[in-house]
């Protein structure tokens, strides 16, 4: 039994969320809707992976913008 059967990020990684905001909306929508240089300038998951471990108001907005993703897919 999960401990957090709620929460849809639970289990989910950071690289896998990357990978999957990029197949959905690719780094130009993504860089336009949050402003980080990881995202604007040479975009790579590697570099983005290593900015929002280390950047936790911008790995919330990652975090809420695949929340929002998902709901949109849900519907």
């Not at 289990?11 to 604007?40: D, P």
């Not at 975009?43 to 709901?71: G, Q």
């Amino acid at each position: 039994m999960s401990s957090q059967p709620n929460n849809p990020l639970h289990g989910v990684n950071l690289e896998q969320i990357i990978n999957e905001l990029v197949a959905h909306y690719g780094w130009e929508y993504m860089s336009y809707n949050i402003k980080i240089r990881c995202f604007t300038h040479d975009p790579s998951v590697k570099s983005s992976l290593k900015f929002l471990r280390r950047t936790p108001w911008a790995r919330t907005k990652v975090e809420n913008m695949y929340l929002n993703m998902l709901k949109q897919k849900n519907r």
